[in-house]
């Protein structure tokens, strides 16, 4: 079946520094790839998405690009802050119950 | 988001027992969703409703079963025939079209005592 691959699964960085997540996924016909960011026991969020007549999109510190050719899309966070720990999840699909998501990547931000 | 409401946010069931979790929107939302999520894991589709009177198995509806008689409303079942329950589970919804963004509920902790 289709699915979608997410690296790292933990990730530490240091206060102000940069993190990238990298997704890769199956299905060609993806043309929606949001991300979501879910702190412990909580919800996930939705928090920037992307749709695949776009190459890349930023909203203030978070960013996200996409490589429809090489089915490979990322997040990039700049500047990052202790709540920006987390976990995030990238996911693609066609929208609605064919969005599939990633394993998720665990966020920690070192103060 | 702040419009999909699950009850309870607690819930501890005996081994044998059924339980239903509740899932009401106001978003005016044709799609609802349920979610199952483990410690450590990611989100597994257990059921899916598009449309009133209308629901589809997902990924791992074995030992679950859902109703949705009413648009606001998509309630979940754990059954006693679901062997290993204890999960986080995670209601949701989306709009059909044009905007098919999934967004979620609060979530509701289930674990069997």
């Known amino acids: 079946g289709e699915n979608v691959e997410q690296h790292p699964s933990t990730l530490s960085v240091q206060e102000g520094d940069s993190a990238v997540i990298k997704c890769t996924y199956s299905d060609s016909a993806s043309n929606y790839f949001p991300w979501y960011k879910q702190e412990l026991g909580k919800r996930p969020q939705l928090i920037i998405d992307i749709r695949s007549n776009v190459g890349e999109k930023k909203d203030q510190r978070i960013a996200v690009t996409l490589n429809k050719t090489a089915k490979h899309f990322s997040l990039h966070i700049t500047e990052t802050q202790p709540e920006d720990s987390a976990v995030y999840f990238c996911?693609?699909?066609?929208?609605?119950?064919?969005?599939?998501f990633g394993a998720g990547t665990r966020l920690f931000v070192k103060a | 988001d702040g419009g999909i409401t699950q009850s309870p946010k607690y819930l501890f069931r005996k081994e044998g027992q059924n339980v239903t979790l509740s899932c009401e929107q106001n978003l005016n939302h044709d799609a609802m969703y349920w979610y199952r999520q483990d410690p450590g894991q990611g989100l597994r589709l257990i059921y899916y409703s598009q449309i009133v009177n209308d629901f589809q198995k997902g990924d791992i509806a074995e030992g679950y079963s859902v109703s949705r008689e009413k648009k606001e409303s998509f309630p979940l079942t754990v059954t006693s025939a679901q062997k290993n329950p204890t999960a986080f589970y995670l209601c949701a919804s989306s709009p059909r079209v044009p905007d098919y963004t999934i967004y979620f509920g609060e979530g509701s902790w289930l674990t069997v005592v």
């Open positions: 996911a693609a699909g066609t929208g609605g119950f064919k969005t599939i």
